[in-house]
């Protein structure tokens, strides 16, 4: 079984109603910071746990889980219409799918259609109801409520005495780059691994805690303590006494420390905390339960060969699980698939399920390309490589006062050869995107492969720039033609030998050794062109480009 869907109504960053339909595998999430990510793995480990950073949600009701947007809404209405002013709820529902669910279905859910699943509504409780109007009348409300308010958790079946125990889809939200701590342990690894034992271990290691309060009560030491307490406290006949924490039958699970190689689990290092939490979680032994891994981030605190490693045991050891990844790392969303991506923007998503199954491959392989960088960026010019990056960076700044493109929220992005994967990627997100490249000589060729993109295919959102006209000269003292058509000698053609030999701190006398110079230097001579305070002209179709 799985998770089919989620529904979130008026949640942190979600106003109104956001849906969002999942794999049966893994997904991952991009986005922009404040798109969501987050706050959608936190609403589906709420709904399947009740618990919110750690603790029940019933017990720690706030306002700020609630849009702001919305709470803002109901404050202007109150002040204009009093107690008839729509008070705001949130909702949380996840819908599921598989066997052995059919006592969570129902059509005790927003859409009223029967399906199998939890809801969690936030709402107002119609009891308060008067309390509530008195206040309204005395104009004492500034914020929500939220003491009127009550948590309703319930199946689709409209149980309400669900647990978690009882929901079949288990969760495990990891989050690298937070600790939350109990009595010292981290609570998510103790979890994790209670769920590996059985009842009778369970009860063992129960029966094993309460035996260390007989052998703690009788050391020596501890009892002249205790007698020389009982005799300093007279402020009761009671016995005073220090002992071992029994107060539950589960007293152990507070008290018992997760160690990794005789350390505490919380002084070892975050990446490999992750590294640890994650793998506990696909290794879990009730393999046959539907699972949700909810893993955050995954490359926070990780070398690349570490986070190679997790990418490697989630692909390999995540048969049966289903894992919402959430991520910044091009590295991550490559190596795990892009068909698996889905873009959030402006509580929409976006997915590249059909993308070129020769496209997804190439990525899988080549994960080190920055594909994130073309999908979560406002626009996009996509270059050769660094060389081609610095000039047009140059051509940018100069015609915009100084700025930078990504001051402006453009990304200039090397891509190599691979124009083309990076185009379709573009095409299906709809992505602003230019090229700048070379001619090379044969602009047949170029539009030959450019096909897609040109003349009767052009797309509104990506355009191809390119020398329009070949420069036909041939280098005289090369064993084979010098090439003419690439951005270095375009740039001495668009100046002349005197003006680079002063921008790349030259003394050539001869143009073709000033070429092959640049040829050999690239990198190095586009910096210089770069930094250079001198007035340079660069190619025409760079510029119309940047236009």
């Keep these: 079984m799985h998770i089919q869907k989620v529904i979130i109504e008026n949640f942190k960053c979600f106003k109104g109603l956001f849906k969002l339909p999942l794999n049966q595998g893994i997904n991952i999430l991009v986005g922009n910071n404040e798109a969501g990510k987050s706050t959608i793995l936190e609403a589906i480990h709420l709904a399947l746990t009740g618990l919110l950073h750690g603790r029940y949600l019933k017990n720690e009701l706030t306002q700020y889980i609630f849009n702001s947007e919305v709470i803002t809404t109901y404050i202007t209405e109150l002040e204009a219409k009093g107690k008839n002013a729509l008070l705001p709820h949130i909702l949380i529902e996840v819908v599921m799918a598989g066997d052995d669910i059919a006592e969570f279905e129902g059509n005790g859910?927003?859409?009223?259609?029967?399906?199998?699943?939890?809801?969690?509504?936030?709402?107002?409780?119609?009891?308060?109801?008067?309390?509530?109007?008195?206040?309204?009348?005395?104009?004492?409300?500034?914020?929500?409520?939220?003491?009127?308010?009550?948590?309703?958790?319930?199946?689709?079946?409209?149980?309400?005495?669900i647990t978690p125990r009882t929901i079949p889809i288990k969760s495990a939200l990891i989050d690298s780059a937070s600790n939350r701590y109990q009595n010292g342990s981290d609570i998510y690894v103790s979890r994790i691994i209670k769920e590996f034992l059985d009842d009778e271990e369970i009860v063992k290691i129960s029966q094993s805690h309460r035996q260390m309060k007989e052998y703690f009560m009788a050391q020596s030491a501890i009892q002249t303590i205790n007698e020389k307490i009982r005799k300093a406290a007279k402020i009761t006949e009671k016995q005073i006494e220090?002992?071992?924490?029994?107060?539950?039958?589960?007293?152990?699970?507070?008290?018992?420390?997760?160690y990794l190689d005789d350390v505490p689990f919380h002084y070892i290092g975050k990446g490999e905390q992750c590294i640890i939490k994650t793998k506990l979680a696909l290794g879990h032994n009730k393999a046959k339960q539907a699972n949700m891994i909810l893993l955050e981030e995954p490359e926070n605190h990780l070398s690349y060969s570490k986070l190679n490693q997790l990418i490697?045991?989630?692909?390999?050891?995540?048969?049966?699980?289903?894992?919402?990844?959430?991520?910044?790392?091009?590295?991550?969303?490559?190596?795990?698939?892009?068909?698996?991506?889905?873009?959030?923007?402006?509580?929409?998503?976006?997915?590249?399920?059909?993308?070129?199954?020769?496209?997804?491959?190439?990525?899988?392989?080549?994960?080190?390309?920055?594909?994130?960088?073309?999908?979560?960026?406002?626009?996009?010019?996509?270059?050769?490589?660094?060389?081609?990056?610095?000039?047009?960076?140059?051509?940018?700044?100069?015609?915009?006062?100084?700025?930078?493109?990504?001051?402006?929220?453009?990304?200039?992005?090397?891509?190599?050869?691979?124009?083309?994967?990076?185009?379709e990627i573009a095409e299906k997100v709809g992505k602003p995107v230019v090229v700048i490249t070379d001619n090379d000589g044969d602009i047949t060729a170029l539009e030959k492969k450019y096909e897609d993109y040109l003349g009767p295919n052009e797309k509104a959102n990506i355009k191809i720039y390119y020398d329009k006209?070949?420069?036909?000269?041939?280098?005289?003292?090369?064993?084979?033609?010098?090439?003419?058509?690439?951005?270095e000698p375009r740039i001495v053609a668009s100046n002349n030998l005197a003006k680079m030999n002063t921008v790349l701190g030259t003394s050539y006398t001869d143009i073709e050794d000033l070429h092959r110079y640049m040829k050999a230097n690239k990198t190095d001579c586009a910096l210089k062109v770069f930094n250079s305070n001198e007035e340079i002209e660069l190619p025409d179709y760079i510029l119309e480009a940047i236009q």
């Design 109 to 161: 859910n927003r859409e009223r259609a029967k399906q199998a699943g939890v809801s969690l509504k936030i709402q107002f409780n119609d009891k308060y109801q008067d309390e509530y109007e008195k206040l309204v009348q005395a104009g004492g409300i500034k914020t929500l409520p939220v003491e009127y308010y009550e948590v309703h958790w319930s199946s689709f079946a409209r149980d309400e005495s």
């Design 242 to 258: 220090l002992s071992v924490e029994l107060s539950s039958k589960n007293a152990w699970e507070s008290s018992l420390m997760t």
């Design 312 to 423: 490697d045991d989630i692909q390999t050891e995540q048969s049966e699980k289903q894992l919402l990844i959430s991520t910044h790392s091009s590295f991550v969303a490559n190596k795990l698939g892009l068909e698996h991506l889905i873009l959030l923007n402006n509580q929409k998503a976006a997915r590249l399920n059909d993308l070129n199954p020769k496209t997804q491959d190439f990525f899988r392989k080549l994960a080190g390309y920055d594909t994130l960088r073309l999908i979560l960026c406002k626009k996009a010019i996509l270059v050769e490589g660094d060389s081609d990056e610095l000039v047009v960076q140059r051509a940018f700044r100069e015609k915009h006062n100084g700025k930078l493109p990504i001051e402006k929220g453009i990304d200039v992005i090397s891509v190599g050869t691979s124009f083309l994967r990076f185009l």
């Design 469 to 487: 006209t070949v420069d036909t000269r041939r280098g005289t003292s090369d064993a084979k033609p010098f090439n003419f058509n690439t951005l």
